[in-house]
């Protein structure tokens, strides 16, 4: 009985995808989490009435109440609320960070893999350039030439995010490219942009989102990183990075001001890992 159990939830599991129900269940998790912060970031006077930058300073250090479930700041402003605010911003400095990433690095990805001994040579040298840089590193100097600016941090986290791009599309390119469809398109004359566009593309396109979810809770947390060390928003702008670094100032009178902001940045990551993780089991299935 004991074997017909396990080889029913065996075919049960496989039936689902091939994914256990406690899979399903994080992954379920993992969407909810991305959702409501996408609606944090699209409608954020439907969770608060508070305004995230003018505060009450009579409320100031406020511990967290039902009028203030995180509690306020050190100038009494609403912690909740300048959370929500500050989605906006972390989400699409993160969004635009993997745009940059994805496509320098998708360019030059199929520039190595379709192009010439001496192109591809001269591309993965500057791939390996690139990597040989630690990416806050290099992501700190350039925010340090651009200026200080949520913008700039995005810029700067996506190019540091190329290598890692342009290095996994020339593999999938050089992959695609033996295959015996893309062949016979050579063969009977189709143009390289023809081969890229409705060959190559389609079948490296799963690989490459779940590289960019992957990327997307990456370029999160390393934005926060540069907030968090001066690099990003300015004050009194919220950010989620920002808002750790002033908590952490009052981590033993009111550490309730670090623990939300640090609570929700490594949720957000972990969510979009997660579901990152089953994009890419779902592209190699």
Do not use: C
Request: a positive charge.
């Amino acid at each position: 009985m004991t074997t017909l159990a396990a080889t029913a939830a065996r075919s049960a599991a496989k039936a689902l995808g091939r994914r256990p129900v406690g899979g399903w269940i994080a992954l379920g998790v993992a969407a909810a989490v991305l959702l409501i912060v996408v609606l944090w970031a699209a409608f954020p006077q439907w969770f608060t009435g508070y305004d995230p930058v003018v505060g009450v300073p009579a409320e100031k250090l406020a511990a967290p109440t039902p009028a203030h479930p995180l509690g306020t700041d050190y100038l009494g402003r609403d912690l909740l609320a300048r959370m929500v605010y500050g989605t906006r911003t972390s989400l699409l400095s993160a969004l635009l960070a993997v745009v940059v990433g994805l496509g320098l690095g998708l360019a030059l990805g199929l520039a190595a893999g379709f192009g010439a001994r001496l192109v591809d040579g001269t591309v993965m040298r500057l791939v390996d350039l690139l990597l040989a840089v630690p990416e806050l590193l290099l992501a700190m100097l350039l925010v340090a030439v651009l200026g200080f600016s949520a913008e700039n941090a995005a810029f700067a986290i996506g190019l540091s995010s190329v290598a890692g791009f342009a290095r996994l599309t020339r593999a999938e390119v050089l992959r695609v490219r033996q295959r015996r469809f893309v062949e016979a398109a050579r063969l009977s004359g189709a143009r390289a942009w023809s081969i890229v566009v409705r060959h190559t593309l389609p079948n490296i396109g799963s690989t490459l989102l779940a590289l960019a979810l992957l990327r997307f809770g990456g370029a999160i947390l390393g934005i926060s990183t540069l907030s968090f060390l001066g690099f990003g928003a300015p004050p009194p702008a919220p950010e989620w990075g920002g808002l750790v670094a002033e908590g952490i100032n009052y981590f033993y009178s009111a550490p309730w001001l670090l623990y939300g902001p640090a609570a929700i940045i490594v949720g957000v990551v972990l969510a979009a890992n997660r579901v990152a993780t089953a994009a890419r089991s779902r592209g190699n299935a």
